[in-house]
């Protein structure tokens, strides 16, 4: 089979390799559509893999196209998305089915070989069935949407799952704040409206991105030009000088963390979701505003799959069967297995805008 590998740090390679033999409690996947996440570019440009060789990818979706021993054969020929993190099963978060805070997991595309290839072994129970109304290129994407939700759902009110069509419900009086509209920032503005909230206030600095924000329905009025606004005078002014209950932080940089925490309103929640860029520093007068204003800062990492109805793979994945989302909008590229690396420099360099790089392998694109 044809498969990216990366045999060290800047050496990537489109290679023959065998087609992997699922072992026990394996099934072999044939990836349909892989999308490249932001974390893959330092993984294969600038810090490597955990080892090496490596396949990377670990947003992907496809079929199952064989068996290992032990395997449910009612899964031959099905269509799935692949939750991507292996938890050991045994420490004290898995024994709580809190599987994202392994501390001793496997990760497909990162520890182990991933989506970028024509084929991948991949735990059966890491598996979810798709519904038919679901194409592989969304389904690719069921990751970071499952993230989005995962930092959305630990922290508003009603479990974020609040209905649009409530009325006068404390959705309609939660002001939140989401700066940072890379692909996770605009996959939480998604849910975040599909779930019913209106006053959302959206930071971002780049023309794409407000594009984007006003199509998933955000008011020209609450979208903030960081480039040529200040951020923190512009969400005050709209807020009468009170903040916000809840601010999203997507960027990760000291900074953007600063200005979070300035505009929370007492008692707020500040959430910080970006993966750091480099070292997070905390400024005295930043720390002084968490202690007199009593806020609650949290973490979020990753997102829930139990293989239950209540997880954030399964939330995710009822909306889009649902057609509540449409993902889709924010492919902004597409490529073939060949040229996937084109993809990978476009995200390094830079070149152009994009939101969502896809890979379509196959029959993938808009198949169903």
Known sequence: MKAWVLHEIGRLAL???????????????????????????????????????????????????????????????????????????SCSPCRRKQYEMCRNYGYLGSRQDGGFAEYVAVPEWNLIRLPQQVGFEEAAMLEPMAVAVHGMRRILPGDGAMAATSEGGEARSYKIAVCGLGTIGLLLLMFLKEAGFREIYVIGNKDFQKKMALKLGVAEEFYCDSRKQDQHSW??????????????????KSETYGLAVDGTAPAGKVVLVGNPYS??????????????????????????????????????????????????????????LEELERGLRLMRDKTEDYVKVMGVFGEGRGKR
């Open 15 to 89: 290679e023959e390799v065998p087609v992997p033999e699922p072992g026990p409690g394996e099934v072999l996947v044939a990836v349909k559509a892989a999308g490249i996440c932001g974390s893959d570019i330092p993984r294969i440009y600038r810090t490597g893999a955990h080892r090496h060789p490596l396949i990377p990818g670990h947003e992907f979706s496809g079929e199952v196209a064989g068996l290992g021993k032990g395997t449910d054969k009612g899964w031959l020929g099905q269509r799935v998305g692949v939750f991507p993190l292996i938890p050991c099963r």
């Open 235 to 252: 969400l005050m002014e709209r807020t009468g000088g009170a903040g916000v209950d809840c601010y999203f932080e997507c960027v990760g």
């Open 279 to 336: 070292d997070m520093e905390l400024k005295k007068e930043v720390y002084w505003k968490i202690l007199r204003n009593q806020l609650t800062v949290f973490g979020t990492w990753n997102s829930s799959f139990t293989q239950e109805d209540r997880d954030d793979w399964h939330y995710v994945l009822k909306r889009l069967a649902q057609g509540n989302i449409d993902p889709g909008g924010m492919i902004s590229h597409r490529f073939l």
